[in-house]
């Protein structure tokens, strides 16, 4: 009998292990996407359409879904750099700390690591810049995610085939005289393209590259609801590491693409603008599933959050309903926005009429015209409007601590009240994230998980 169970399990084990080694695996991480933000997105999409009910993204009909806690090592609220650290290697440490152990000795090596190591080809992308700490904890290790120029040295001497996302943060950092992170790259072997058409160009004869925005020292690529036709996408990075690393593969690859500034508009509570970056991560996602249809059986697709940031919660003010269609009448993010009433300011001399203020609302948020305000919305507007305009010296305070101009700030937040969006922090919390994945080994990621479970699951299943 004993000798039977042994046989069955020799033989299970084999089985699972023959018909489950993914050799393509997507990593995606939203950051700051709580189970809230995946829900209005789908939520919004309907709503749009007069339905009450859900229109479903791509990632969020994947067949198995988890739910996971993103708290550190010292402090339940964690930030991006000990959830980083997490999702990468399996290890909690102390905010602030990237790729490195509470020990502060130890490295934490990631699962990128170990599948280049395994022979894999790997990928690393983000909407923000690439040596920020979501896609550094994948390749670095530093006692403080603040070290962004020794962050972009260790960037090169990864070895890994891609990289892609917003210009590194700090490329110039006058205590090194190394010629800053460009040029650090490039004695690595990188080729630096600068835009989508020059990664076009230089893709067949590059080894390693990095794709930037063609835009010289952006540190981000824009909000989907900023964006211009030429603008660099998620996508188009996700699509370009998938080219990249396919030519002559033999092995697979190991991607993992970030979506980083849901985090930042879940920060200032930008409503419209945190759904719509859900929506395109998405869209970023849904260039994986394409892939994946093409080799269903070894391909892999997980996607996760970090984090959640800002406490949204459906519904507020006591109300049994919801408004999010309202959303769409906001095409300008709430950091666009501030950037161009300051601007605005300029040109006519810094004194922007109450008039001119009104119209710009009404042009971007559609207020009055597509959306009614009350009176007291419309009260505290003003008086906005004042500080930020009619006192010189207190608007200026405000504009240094928020970073964005009270107006916008209020704008926002009053978008949030007419959609019925409720917020409970311009911070991080330790709210549930959700997990989804689809393809070999996805049946392992379901039910209730720590973050540091799942980039153990991927090695295990991945055999790295
Ligand atoms: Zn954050």
Redesign the pocket.
């Known amino acids: 009998m004993k000798k039977f169970l042994l046989t069955l399990a020799v033989i299970f084990v084999t089985m699972t292990a023959g018909a489950k080694t993914p050799k393509y695996v997507f990593y995606f991480i939203g ?2 996407m709580g189970t809230n933000e995946v829900a209005a997105a789908q939520m919004y999409l309907a709503d749009v359409e007069g339905v009450i009910g859900y229109k479903p993204l791509c990632f969020a009909q994947f067949p198995y879904t988890g739910i996971a806690f993103s708290y550190a090592a010292n402090t339940f609220i964690t ?2 750099a000990a959830a980083g650290t997490a999702l990468a290697s399996g290890k909690k440490t102390n905010s602030g700390m990237l790729g490195m152990l509470p020990d502060r000795e130890s490295a934490a090596e990631s699962i990128a690591e170990m599948a280049k190591k395994a022979g894999k080809k790997v990928g690393i992308g983000s909407t923000v810049c690439i040596n920020h700490a979501t896609p550094g904890s994948f390749y670095a290790h530093q006692l403080s995610r603040n070290n962004y120029h020794a962050i972009s040295n260790q960037l090169a001497e990864s070895g890994f085939e891609f990289f892609g996302g917003g210009h590194f943060s700090s490329a110039h950092d006058r205590r090194f005289d190394d010629g800053g992170s460009y040029k650090v790259a490039e004695d690595a072997g990188y080729t630096i393209a600068m835009g989508y058409d020059e990664y076009k160009a230089n893709a067949e004869s590059a080894d390693k590259i990095i794709l930037f925005p063609q835009q010289e020292g952006m540190e981000s690529l824009k909000f989907l609801i900023d964006r211009e036709e030429d603008d660099l996408t998620l996508a188009q990075l996700t699509e370009s590491a998938i080219d990249f690393l396919m030519k002559d593969n033999k092995k697979g690859f190991f991607i993992m693409m970030e979506g980083g500034k849901i ?2 508009s ?2 200032g509570n930008d409503a419209a603008s945190t759904v719509k970056e859900v929506i395109d991560f998405d869209n970023a996602i849904q260039v994986a599933y394409d892939f994946y249809q093409k080799h269903p059986k070894e391909t892999l697709i997980v996607v996760t959050a970090d ?1 959640e ?1 800002g406490g949204m919660s459906m519904g507020s003010l006591g109300q049994y309903r919801m408004n999010l269609q309202a959303l769409q009448y906001q095409n300008m993010s709430e950091d666009a926005f501030s950037t161009h009433l300051e601007e605005l300011g300029r040109k006519v001399g810094d004194v922007l009429t109450w008039e001119e203020v009104e119209a710009e609302l009404k042009e971007h948020f559609g207020f009055w015209d597509k959306v009614r305000l009350s009176k007291d919305q419309e009260n505290r507007l003003r008086s906005a409007y004042v500080e930020t305009f009619g006192m010189g010296e207190s608007a200026k305070k405000a504009e240094e601590y928020y970073s964005v101009n009270k107006l916008s700030d209020l704008a926002v937040q009053i978008m949030s009240e007419i959609a019925l969006v409720g917020w409970s922090s311009g ?2 919390t330790a709210a549930y994230v959700p997990v989804f994945a689809i393809g070999a080994g996805a049946e392992n990621f379901t039910g209730q998980m720590d973050n540091i479970d799942i980039p153990m699951k991927i090695a295990e299943i991945a055999n790295y």
């Open positions: 950051d700051g930030d991006s985090d930042h879940g920060h984090h940031t911070a991080h």
